[in-house]
């Protein structure tokens, strides 16, 4: 099994013949820098979606599932919403159960038949179903798996869409990163689960600003602090990897904490709307109530871009205290919510996004096509009409922003962005077997300033 390893030391290390930068050309992360406070020319140099209210009709294209829990079984559902002629035709778990769970909410809810011999069980069922004759693959398996899935999917020329996150520790960022280049080599659509970025409201006040109306972006603030999440307990019946995975948003080597889970939301829209990324990270977090598994249950990172700019970054999972999720941006004109309003110096708004209005007239407080359907819009439109679409590397990098927060709160140490690309750091076990692999015992939630080295970590 290979060790949880946290240590700085370790981390840091430098890993050349396997590094982003080796990789992938010394201009891989180009793209996410831009000139601020410049504004746009053309909206079409923001590589936006087409965002249309039903993806226009085609050739059959048919869909594979890898993963069929709750959010793996809604994403299937929103392909089948997407548009016409899309169907759901293979379908692949660990567990009988889900997948039959999966299975019989398709067919219930859209008539849409799975036959027995797509339906593929074990660790092995995404290579089946990748190769079962979809057009199309949803990765939405914990994310530890997300990296190897969606190399296998891309090596088979599938488009996809993955859910966030997309790697749990930098060697499955520099796979996927690695996956990415593949995929827009040989023409494939890329959508990833960071639904904002197919949100119509977030989507219109993203075009303001990047069109200058708040000036240029000095400081920004994101928030992910809610309630717990959920967690499972054992089972006699069940194996320490059954349940590991059925518990699997508490154990850090499947979801990477979820400052990575769920937190690489609201970093990933600050990435977006500032066109780069933090290089460096101080933070801290605990363990207050978390009742299984072996991560933190607070966050709060320190982010610092390469010309100065600090972001503050809190995310929280804790039942009983005030919850916020959102993100902000102040401008040296103004400042936004990213979300449906921009202000300006004196506090007046100078940009409030239209929402629908029902029936009696008055304003909605939802956008008129769910984001999580209109990324499946997006993603079957960019394939019917052949346009470039391929977020896996933008997300990759704010996913590794998230691991690079957890790292310095693990640790207690300032983090830069360079030593997570080039670290050789790979979380969770070397092998995947359903049964007792000893990994729970020797797990230990991270102290930091005591975590000195992947040993003292896991005695």
């Given amino acids: 099994m290979e060790e949880n390893n946290l240590s700085r030391r370790k981390f840091i290390a430098g890993a050349a013949a396997i590094g982003a930068v ?24 923001l590589n936006l979606p087409p965002l249309l209210d039903q993806a226009p009709d085609g050739k059959p294209l048919k869909a594979g599932l890898i993963g069929c829990g709750g959010r793996g079984t809604g994403a299937a ?13 293979a379908l692949g778990d660990v567990f009988d159960d ?40 949803i990765l939405a398996t914990p994310p530890k798996f997300r990296p190897e899935q969606f190399e296998a999917a891309v090596q088979a020329r599938k488009h996809v869409f993955m859910e966030k996150p997309i790697a749990v520790d930098p060697e499955g960022i520099r796979s996927v990163m690695a996956s990415a280049k593949k995929a827009d080599a040989i023409g ?21 600003v990047k069109s200058g109306v708040i000036g240029e972006i000095v400081s920004a603030n994101c928030y992910w602090n809610s309630g717990k999440l959920w967690h499972r307990n054992p089972r006699a019946e069940w194996s320490e990897m059954e349940y590991m995975i059925r518990d699997w948003v508490n154990w850090l080597w499947l979801s990477g904490d979820h400052i990575v889970e769920q937190h690489v939301h609201n970093i990933d829209v600050i990435n ?14 605990s363990r207050q109530r978390r009742i299984t598994g072996d991560q933190f249950d607070n966050f709060s990172i320190d982010f610092e871009y390469e010309n100065g700019m600090h972001v503050h970054s809190m995310c929280r999972q804790i039942n009983g205290c005030v919850n916020n999720v ?30 629908p209005l029902d029936e009696e007239g008055n304003e909605t407080p939802n956008v008129k096509v ?14 019917r009409k052949n346009i470039p679409f391929n977020e896996a590397e933008e997300i990759a990098i704010s996913n590794l922003v998230a691991i690079m927060g957890r790292q310095s709160a693990y640790t207690g140490k300032e983090v830069t ?34 975590a000195a080295n992947a040993d003292e970590q896991r005695k």
């Fill in 77 to 89: 559902m929103d392909f089948l919403r997407s548009g016409p002629n899309v169907s759901v035709t």
């Fill in 272 to 285: 977006w709307f500032t066109g780069s990324h933090p290089m460096k990270a101080v933070g801290f977090g």
């Fill in 417 to 450: 962005f360079e030593e997570m690309m080039n670290s050789d750091l790979m979380i969770g076990p070397k092998k995947y077997v359903m049964g007792d692999i000893e990994y729970i015992q020797t797990a230990k939630v991270p102290i930091a300033g005591e």
């Fill in 22 to 45: 080796g990789a992938l050309g010394v201009n891989a992360l180009s793209s996410c820098s831009s000139k601020k406070g410049s504004g746009i020319k053309d909206i079409g140099d």
């Fill in 370 to 383: 769910s984001p999580y359907i209109q990324e499946h819009i997006d993603l079957v439109t960019c394939i």
């Fill in 188 to 208: 494939l659509k890329v959508v990833t689960g960071t639904q904002r970025r197919h949100q119509r409201d977030y989507i219109e006040v993203y075009k303001q």
């Fill in 326 to 355: 959102s993100e902000r941006v102040q401008g040296t004109e103004g400042s936004s919510n990213c979300k449906n309003t921009i202000w300006d110096m004196e506090g007046k708004e100078v940009f409030k996004y239209a929402y």
């Fill in 98 to 137: 889900r997948l039959q769970s999966c299975r019989g909410k398709i067919k219930e809810q859209y008539d849409n038949e799975i036959a027995d011999e797509n339906c593929f069980i074990g660790f092995d069922a995404y290579q089946k179903v990748i190769d079962s004759g979809v057009d199309v693959v």
